[in-house]
């Protein structure tokens, strides 16, 4: 199993930044991917940003030249930088772990609040 515990949620300006970070723990070798996924609310939960193992990234249009995402393999972490923040962002983020190849897990979610 893989645990993930996300950090750095909070309040921003529209036009500002915030960064979130997530923390995996458990079966690190089993994850084959990771990301971060946003649900608004009254909203279906969409995929924000992804990376892979090889360090391959994809992203949501909404994001593209604004957010970026990295991972840390020393220290199992990932991380979205999200800049240039608008209203629509707001959201809870969620990480997201794929192990196994077909299992998925994810964290308890970080509140991303942007005022315009």
């Known amino acids: 199993q893989v645990q993930l515990v996300e950090s750095g949620g909070g309040l921003v300006q529209a036009g500002g930044s915030l960064r979130l970070s997530c923390a995996a723990s458990g079966s690190i070798c089993s994850i084959n991917a990771m990301g971060w996924y946003r649900q608004a609310p009254g909203k279906q939960r969409e995929l924000v940003a992804s990376i892979a193992n090889d360090g391959s990234t994809n992203y949501a249009d909404s994001g593209k030249g604004r957010l970026t995402i990295s991972r840390d393999n020393a220290k199992n972490t990932v991380a979205l930088q999200m800049n240039s923040l608008k209203p629509e962002d707001a959201a809870v983020y969620y990480c997201?772990?794929?192990?196994?190849?077909?299992?998925?897990?994810w964290g308890q979610g970080t509140q991303v609040t942007v005022s315009s």
């Open positions: 997201h772990a794929r192990f196994l190849r077909l299992l998925n897990t």
